[in-house]
């Protein structure tokens, strides 16, 4: 079968759409013409579907960059269905968001069927310089976004360029690993220089690994390469969410998913992988600490999955991996499909949509965990790395149950009443079954297109296990929220939080006797000045690396180079040659009018000087000139 | 005399004759100087077209004059796949130059003595590329920097330009020194100026070996504006009128990387060059990061441009550095593509400069809004240096960094991808200032369409070079036989 049909719907006619939007003028488009740009994710949709009815499918070739072998995009199954899946959330997106791609935002509506479609690619080809032109058009597309958005709202264009600088990090680190795998095995095949980088030596699999991972870091915007998430927040939801919550994220996992042989190939490797996503989860939790905002937790929570994601990386193998992540993408897709509206009028029973939105993200990571759990018992490490993970998961819920009332009146009577409660245990049920039901297609899909079959839960675990933690998520969820009714917590901060429970503690002591200025002995005055002290850490990490390190360290550079600029190029500059030329001239002019005739004089002997030194070298070559003649 | 040889001979006496009519019968011409310098680039460039069917065919065959027969000096040019890329730019960026002095430079009394230099310029750098020995092509490439002297001395933007085209000479002509060295010992060794005969005397001769490359690379690298040698490009480039700056950054810094392939590169063999690979990759990083950090903290949007150009050469001299096909490939495409790029980033400025009457970056702000055509051009300018794919420059840039890669010098090779992050700094730096942030309303000045013709044309030209990349890349694979022996 010819894959002409498939290539058409799935990058051509995205791509032109892409460019037609952002070339054509506003004016000159009508609502239908734009209606039907916007319903062709479905002619997408079913491209990539008719892929599936047929047994094999020839690739679409071209032979664009001469140096760079032959081109090609194929359509290999299990990556059909990848893009499948983003055609439904990108058609979703544009469905749930519809006033923010009208007539009068075709541009922002072009960048975002250029980054579908460059997407598209970037995971269809089997090309790795075809992969990174793609990932880079499809950061480009947000970054074209951003600029756009920037123009129209005023926001400053350090964003965009922040962004632009972000994405270009993780580029270059893909396009490095690229060229050095290039350089070993002379192809741009993706699959051959992955299997022929295993066997390669230690220390350029490192390189090559280091490099991959800058742009995995990248896309997935984990510390430190997230700062394009932290300026893309500004963005419109519709965008937000299709950018950093599906297509990026999903390119990210796509090419961890390519790169787990790699980085399970040593087992160091997996290791560092391993610490180091965890410390970047802790440098998130500490980031995101004093958010509240239920679009913050839910960046956060992202993020989190994002982690754990990688953290599996580690230690499944890729067969399983594909697994979870097509169950990842599934859920990704009806999260962002099931997510309350922030940007419109609340509607009724909004808290409880929001709370079982987040509760699902919960559900989700709560069985992400479930799995790290397991797995990380087989090193000795996995323990203690365990730990911060688990520490971040009660540090998101400790957050989540501040939302309710960080967003609405104090006297709220949250969720405590009957009906809430009820509806919010149905629903917790549901989601459980959901979830089961998520987890089966899965594995199920992964027997069908990997012709293997796979199991999500580690096969180490039983059956009390499993019961034992479902159970303990949800009691551990239900407690927090009866220890913030009960106390009454009504703020949307944190550290708030902290300072009422400093002024409240101390009086409920004094009140016992405890003489103002002693040493309490009481252990939750312990704990609290304990946190107290964690928090103060945390916000000093956060004030002197987080929020001002940047700026600091450019303002450090930026010394240093205006030093070299002020004493190198301002010395070498025309100014200094101003002094010389008048400082010869001005010489010459009194040599000469104490001397007249010297400078005459002068220009004779040097006239002299070089006639004597064209007859030595002559004279010197006077043999090979006569012979020569 | 045969068709071909009419033609290679065409591409440069059109040039010199037209400059030569224009300083005789300046006063009768100057009105239409700029139309008949105008006709006589398109009429070069013609030509050099018209024989790129020739060449196809491998046909370069040499014209040659017997000039000094007894002393063997013979004045020969040619044109074979090696001079190909380069006299394309020169001719291409000579027409974009002189289109765009119809607006940028003043008719004025000196008018044809103007276009008269800028002929006579391009003339140089053409014949310096056409020349098939080395007698003529050391003519051209003094005649090349007189020229260019002469038009920044007498058409220079400030009071400073009588200093700056002093130094400007004084160090280019310390390089050209040293190339002459370089050619005399040639010349003793050889007995001959024709580039096939000193070929032979070289190896011949292996001891001398190093110390002519390294003549040769010395002065070159002081044409390319490598660091440290750099010290006469921003005041030059800042000093000289738009149209002298575009050709001195776009196609005359582009000589440095035709004399390295022309001689060290072509002269010697893989094994006896490979000597200068590291010394070479390593002053391309330095001066990719030197140029780059300079623009970031410089504030004169024309000298920004011009420590950007010190930039770009270190990503070619890295190239060369490689040693490998890939490497050198790409480095010869990035000239052409730099030239592009570069010609169009200061059409841009030019405009700007033309419009606002501003050079200081913090004095110019929201020019987005009154200047969508040039916003755009400036932005495809600023993608296309940064190395986005679709665009001129990616393509050469990933060819120079695969080259990298392929050789021993790994750590060089990763510094060299990283230092493309300043390249986007700076000039994110500079577009954001002079077209995104909003700012002070400067009052905006006519500029003429001439400016705007060469600015969008080269927009374009970018594009379409970035996104139909192969005929070039093929047409430049031909001098890979002609370099270092052909064995790769």
């Known amino acids: ?629 | 005399m045969e068709i071909q040889e009419f033609l290679v001979s065409s591409v440069l006496l059109v040039k010199v004759f037209t400059a030569l009519l224009l300083f005789a019968f300046g006063k009768l011409t100057k009105s239409i100087a700029k139309y008949v310098a105008l006709i006589a680039s398109l009429i070069s460039l013609g030509f050099f077209l018209s024989y790129l069917p020739t060449l196809q065919q491998g046909i370069s065959t040499p014209i040659g004059l017997e000039f000094l027969p007894e002393l063997g000096i013979e004045l020969s040019i040619k044109i074979d796949w090696l001079t190909f890329p380069f006299l394309l730019t020169e001719e291409f960026v000579t027409l974009f130059a002189i289109i765009y002095a119809f607006g940028g430079v003043k008719t004025d009394e000196r008018s044809h003595f103007f276009y008269g230099f800028l002929l006579l310029f391009s003339a140089g750098m053409s014949g310096t590329t056409l020349a098939n020995d080395i007698f003529l092509f050391y003519i051209f490439w003094e005649l090349m920097l007189i020229a260019s002297s002469i038009l920044v001395l007498n058409w220079g933007e400030s009071i400073k330009r009588s200093a700056v085209a002093l130094k400007y000479f004084i160090i280019t002509h310390l390089g050209s020194l040293l190339v002459l060295i370089a050619f005399m010992i040639l010349y003793t060794q050889s007995g001959g100026d024709n580039f096939s005969a000193l070929r032979e005397s070289v190896q011949d001769n292996p001891e001398t070996i190093s110390m002519i490359s390294i003549f040769f690379l010395l002065g070159f690298a002081i044409k390319m504006a490598i660091v440290p040698f750099h010290i006469w490009l921003p005041d030059t480039h800042a000093e000289a009128p738009m149209p002298v700056t575009i050709m001195l950054a776009a196609a005359m810094l582009s000589m440095g990387t035709y004399g390295i392939l022309r001689f060290p590169m072509s002269l010697l063999t893989v094994q006896q060059f490979s000597q200068f690979s590291l010394p070479l990759m390593v002053f391309g990083v330095v001066s990719e990061f030197y140029g780059s950090i300079m623009a970031l903290v410089e504030t004169n949007i024309k000298r920004i441009i011009a420590y950007s150009s010190v930039s770009q050469m270190g990503y070619i001299l890295f190239g060369l550095g490689t040693i490998t096909s890939l490497g050198v490939m790409g480095a010869t495409l990035h000239v052409i593509y730099h030239a592009i790029v570069k010609a169009l980033l200061f059409c841009c400025v030019g405009w700007i400069i033309q419009a606002v009457g501003q050079y200081d970056i913090n004095s110019i702000r929201g020019l987005k809004g009154k200047m969508p055509l040039l916003t755009f051009c400036f932005v495809i300018g600023s993608l296309a240096i940064s190395g986005v794919p679709v665009l001129a420059l990616f393509n050469s840039e990933w060819l120079i960094f695969s080259g990298g890669f392929q050789t021993q010098f790994l750590v060089l090779a990763l510094i060299e991808i990283l230092g493309s992050i300043l390249t986007v700094a700076y000039i994110m730096r500079l577009a954001g200032a002079l077209f995104f942030i909003p700012g002070n309303e400067l009052p905006i000045n006519q500029v003429h369409v001439s400016i705007k013709v060469s600015t969008v044309a080269l927009a374009i030209l970018t594009i379409i070079a970035g996104v139909f990349p192969k005929p070039l890349y093929d047409y430049v694979a031909n001098e890979l036989p002609l370099i270092l022996g052909g064995g790769w």
């Open chain 1, 1 to 629: 079968m010819t894959a002409f049909f498939p290539f058409l719907t799935v990058f051509l006619i995205p791509m032109v759409f892409g460019v037609g939007l952002l070339v054509i003028p506003m004016s000159a488009l009508r609502k239908s013409s734009i209606q039907i740009v916007k319903s062709s994710p479905i002619l997408a949709a079913i491209g990539a579907f008719t892929v599936f009815l047929v047994e094999d499918i020839n690739s679409i070739c071209t032979e664009w960059l001469a140096a760079a072998e032959t081109m090609c995009v194929g359509f290999e199954k299990s990556a059909i269905l990848i893009v499948l899946f983003l055609t439904v959330g990108f058609y979703s997106t544009l469905i749930i968001y519809p006033e923010y791609f009208t007539r009068s935002s075709t541009k922002l509506l072009g960048f975002m069927f250029i980054s579908f479609a460059a997407a598209n690619v970037a995971i269809l080809t089997n090309h790795f310089l075809m992969r990174y032109i793609a990932l880079e058009l499809v950061g480009l597309s947000l970054v074209g976004i951003s600029l756009l958005h920037t123009i129209s709202n005023g926001i400053p264009w350090r964003n965009a360029g922040l962004m632009f600088l972000n994405f270009k990090i993780g580029d270059l680190g893909l396009l490095s690993s690229i060229l050095f795998m290039h350089s070993k095995t002379l192809s741009f095949s993706i699959n051959e220089n992955l299997t022929q980088a295993i066997v390669f030596p230690s220390s350029a699999r490192s390189v090559i690994i280091f490099c991959l991972l800058v742009s995995i870091w990248v896309k997935l915007a984990i510390w430190p390469l997230n700062i394009w998430l932290n300026t893309s927040s500004s963005l419109f939801p519709g965008i937000r969410s299709w950018f950093t919550h599906l297509l990026l994220p999903v390119l990210g996992v796509y090419l961890l998913y390519r790169s787990t042989v790699l980085i399970q190939s040593n087992n160091a490797y997996a290791i560092t992988v391993f610490l180091f996503i965890n410390l970047a989860l802790l440098i998130n939790e500490i980031q995101y600490f004093f958010s509240s905002s239920q679009g913050r937790i839910s960046s956060e929570l992202h993020l989190f999955s994002f982690s754990c994601l990688v953290l599996l990386a580690t230690r499944v193998d890729q067969h399983t991996f594909w697994a979870y992540m097509v169950l990842w993408v599934m859920v990704s897709i009806i999260v962002e499909l099931c997510k309350p509206r922030n940007d419109k009028p609340q509607r009724k029973n909004h808290e409880i949509t929001k709370f079982l939105y987040l509760s699902s993200q919960f559900l989700f990571l709560g069985f992400l965990m479930l799995v790290i759990w397991k797995i990380s018992q087989l090193h000795i490490i996995g323990p203690f790395a365990y730990v911060i993970v688990w520490i971040a998961w009660w540090q998101n819920v400790f957050r989540f149950i501040q939302i309710p009332n960080a967003e609405k009146d104090q006297g709220e009577t949250g969720f405590l009443d009957k009906a809430k409660l009820k509806l919010f245990l149905g629903a917790s049920i549901c989601s459980v079954f959901c979830l089961l039901v998520l987890i089966f297609t899965a594995e199920s899909l992964t027997s069908y297109f990997k012709h293997r079959p796979v199991f999500l839960f580690p096969r180490e675990f039983i059956f009390p296990e499993i019961i034992f933690f479902i159970i303990s998520f949800w009691a551990g969820f239900l407690i927090s929220i009866l220890i913030k009714s009960f106390y009454g917590i009504k703020r949307n901060e944190i550290n708030q939080f902290q300072k009422r429970l400093n002024t409240f503690l101390p009086q409920h002591l004094h009140n016992k006797t405890i003489k103002p200025g002693t040493f309490s002995k009481d252990p939750l005055d312990f704990t609290n000045r304990l946190s107290n002290s964690i928090i103060s850490i945390f916000q000093f990490i956060y004030n002197q690396f987080e929020r001002s390190g940047i700026e600091k360290m450019i303002y450090a550079i930026n010394r240093v180079f205006k030093y070299l600029f002020e004493r190198i190029e301002r010395f070498t500059s025309a100014d200094l040659w101003v002094r010389i030329l008048h400082s010869v001239t001005g010489s010459s002019k009194s040599v000469q009018k104490a001397h007249t005739g010297l400078l005459r004089v002068n220009l004779l002997w040097m006239a002299i000087f070089i006639l004597i030194l064209i007859i030595l070298v002559i004279s010197f070559n006077f043999q090979s000139y006569l012979l020569f003649v």
